[in-house]
């Protein structure tokens, strides 16, 4: 079985663009290496008691930035967890230090195509939901966050199947086991 001191990480850290199914995936993983699972996004949800729709409408991306950072440098130095990253997380300088430092980070690739075909009606993207422009958007927020996403220490293709991205990923943990 995987263990994180092989490697010398503290966790493993899920990250890619959203919709790219790093909730799905990350919360499987956890169940799969019986390890703590942390979802970002949700996580800020709870300290705020607010939905993340709730505080861009209401307090701004600027704020939401700031609750994200502190919430994410605080797990990503957890031990023997699984941690979901918010898309977005990767722009900050300090999170992806801490990333480097302390997890071990997977990249959910998927193509702009497919983001934008799981993306289309989804309500609670707030940097999505000025309709007319959702592609535009999203190439734009692909563009910018894809040369930090990578620098991950393993990337696996997800367009299809989460079972099959779950094997892969077992498979590549699995052969850092003494």
Same mark, same amino acid.
Not at 3 to 20: E, F, Q, V
Not at 100 to 115: A, D
Not at 133 to 148: G, P, Q, T, V
């Given at each position: 079985?995987?263990?994180?001191?092989?490697?010398?990480?503290?966790?493993?850290?899920?990250?890619?663009?959203?919709?790219?199914?790093?909730?799905?995936?990350?919360?499987?993983? *956890?169940?799969?290496?019986?390890?703590?699972?942390?979802?970002?996004?949700?996580?800020?949800?709870?300290?705020?008691?607010?939905?993340?729709?709730?505080?861009?409408?209401?307090?701004?991306?600027?704020?939401?930035?700031?609750?994200?950072?502190?919430?994410?440098?605080?797990?990503?130095?957890?031990?023997?967890?699984?941690?979901?990253?918010?898309?977005?997380?990767?722009?900050?300088?300090?999170?992806?230090?801490?990333?480097?430092?302390? *997890?071990? *980070?997977?990249?959910?690739?998927?193509?702009?195509?497919?983001?934008?075909?799981?993306?289309?009606?989804?309500?609670?993207?707030?940097?999505?939901?000025?309709?007319?422009?959702?592609?535009?958007?999203?190439?734009?927020?692909?563009?910018?966050?894809?040369?930090?996403?990578?620098?991950?220490?393993?990337?696996?293709?997800?367009?299809?199947?989460?079972?099959?991205?779950?094997?892969?990923?077992?498979?590549?943990?699995? *052969?850092?086991?003494?």
């Amino acid at each position: 079985m995987f263990d994180l001191t092989d490697i010398k990480k503290k966790n493993i850290c899920i990250m890619g663009h959203m919709g790219s199914g790093k909730s799905i995936i990350g919360k499987d993983l *956890s169940n799969y290496l019986n390890l703590k699972y942390y979802d970002i996004d949700k996580e800020i949800e709870l300290k705020t008691k607010k939905s993340i729709n709730s505080i861009f409408k209401e307090e701004g991306e600027k704020y939401f930035r700031n609750i994200e950072e502190k919430i994410c440098l605080e797990l990503l130095t957890k031990n023997n967890c699984v941690i979901s990253l918010g898309g977005g997380s990767i722009i900050n300088i300090k999170i992806r230090k801490a990333i480097q430092e302390y *997890s071990y *980070s997977i990249y959910l690739q998927v193509k702009l195509k497919i983001l934008l075909n799981r993306l289309k009606s989804s309500k609670k993207r707030p940097l999505l939901n000025q309709q007319p422009k959702k592609k535009e958007i999203l190439e734009n927020l692909y563009n910018d966050r894809r040369e930090f996403y990578e620098k991950a220490d393993f990337i696996v293709n997800n367009d299809k199947d989460k079972s099959h991205v779950l094997e892969i990923i077992k498979t590549k943990l699995n *052969s850092y086991a003494k």
